[in-house]
């Protein structure tokens, strides 16, 4: 098992930045390829980015290209979400997810075993 809790959320005024965290505990955290997923109001939940076990950049969605950025620092079982240049489209939960059955599908949410209990971030206009 892996227990994951995100922390960070919150307001933010359009064009801003807020950095979400997700701490991991359990199983080796560093053998897991971690997933940030988000769902706004009356939407499915959607795919944000993905990162390999030793911290290579898998995929982005289209919509946070080059506003967004993760990493992870597996000393510290954390995985982070940079977030800047915020858009009110943005608002929305922000969860976490883990996986140690390798780089199959990872934009799906099927493909994670493992989800925190999300964060809520807002951004206003």
């Known amino acids: 098992q892996v227990q994951l809790v995100e922390s960070g959320g919150g307001l933010a005024q359009a064009g801003g930045s807020l950095r979400l965290s997700c701490a991991a505990s359990?199983?080796?955290?560093?053998?897991?390829?971690m997933g940030w997923f988000r769902q706004a109001p009356g939407k499915e939940r959607e795919f944000v980015v993905a990162?390999?076990?030793?911290?290579?950049?898998?995929y982005y969605a289209d919509s946070v290209k080059g506003r967004f950025t993760i990493s992870r620092d597996n000393a510290k079982n954390t995985v982070y979400l940079q977030m800047n240049s915020l858009k009110p489209e943005d608002t929305a939960v922000y969860y976490c997810?883990?996986?140690?059955?390798?780089?199959?599908?990872?934009?799906?949410?099927?493909?994670?075993?493992?989800w925190g209990q999300g964060t809520q971030v807002t951004v206003s206009s």
């Open positions: 990162i390999t076990q030793s911290g290579g950049v898998l």
């Open positions: 359990g199983r080796t955290f560093s053998a897991y390829v």
């Open positions: 997810a883990a996986t140690g059955r390798g780089y199959m599908n990872l934009k799906t949410r099927g493909a994670y075993d493992y």
